[in-house]
């Protein structure tokens, strides 16, 4: 189970720091949550605005096998969009990892795997999802909360709940159902296969058409060119 084990801070740095150094105190599906983070950690450096209203936290998975990172991205995306659209917020998946709302970043997810002399030993994925905290000015144009959409305070423990139960349903039925749930994933997708984006090629932004989405790779059409990209510089509408 997700959560069965259960640490709640006051205030950390970051809740996927604290698992990365505290791993072994704790068992596979242990979920630590802070209700802020003084340094909450994004993709490749870059911060996570995370104060008091909002939802942080990072699982533990310890299995015997380890899946590969993108799966866990793939499974928390699902839960997370499911859950939210059980509220009738019609959120999607913005490729790779961010769910978003009406254009808006509403939660990140960044799993990272924890190595010993070159082995995976532990995987974390931390949760950051705008839930009663405000936003603040520099991040209002693409960042939004739960609250400014529903126009009221939700419980975040309700959602923490509905979270981890739906992701560890999807986690346990992955092995025998992996077409069907990439299937899911790619329902809430944006772009789809076919869309017109803008992609950075070689510091040139160019437009092309989607043509195959996969966890890691977008493959573009630019020009009769097929291209891989690992992010989007803009959706065209
Ligand atoms: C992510 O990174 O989207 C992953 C965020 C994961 C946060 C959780 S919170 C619990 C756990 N502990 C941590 O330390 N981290 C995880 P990325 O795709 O790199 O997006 C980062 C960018 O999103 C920033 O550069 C900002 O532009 C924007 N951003 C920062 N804070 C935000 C917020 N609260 N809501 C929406 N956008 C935000």
Not at 45 to 50: A, I
Request: net charge positive.
């Amino acid at each position: 189970m997700i959560g069965e084990e259960i640490e709640v801070l006051y205030e950390i740095d970051s809740t996927n720091e604290f698992l990365k150094k505290n791993y072994k105190s704790f068992h596979d599906g242990a979920i630590v949550v802070a209700i802020k983070q003084t340094a909450g950690k994004g993709r490749m450096g870059r911060s996570w605005y995370s104060p008091e209203g909002g939802l942080w936290y990072s699982v533990l998975f310890k299995p015997k096998i380890h899946l590969n990172l993108h799966v866990y991205t793939k499974i928390f995306s699902i839960a997370i969009i499911e859950v939210l659209r059980k509220l009738k917020i019609k959120v999607y998946i913005k490729w790779p990892n961010d769910i978003y709302y009406s254009g808006k970043k509403i939660c990140g997810i960044l799993p990272e795997a924890i190595s010993v002399n070159n082995r995976v030993v532990a995987i974390v994925v931390g949760i950051g999802l705008n839930v009663n905290n405000d936003i603040p000015p520099e991040l209002k144009d693409i960042a939004i909360s739960l609250k400014d959409i529903l126009k009221k305070k939700v419980k975040i423990t309700y959602l923490l709940d509905s979270i981890n139960k739906h992701a560890w349903n999807l986690l346990i039925s992955y092995r025998n159902e992996t077409e069907n749930i990439t299937k899911i994933w790619k329902k809430y997708l944006v772009p789809r296969e076919g869309d017109k984006i803008k992609v950075n090629v070689n510091n040139e932004i160019v437009e092309g058409t989607v043509l195959k989405i996969s966890e890691d790779t977008l493959y573009v059409d630019v020009g009769g060119k097929a291209i891989g990209v690992q992010s989007i510089h803009q959706i065209i509408d």
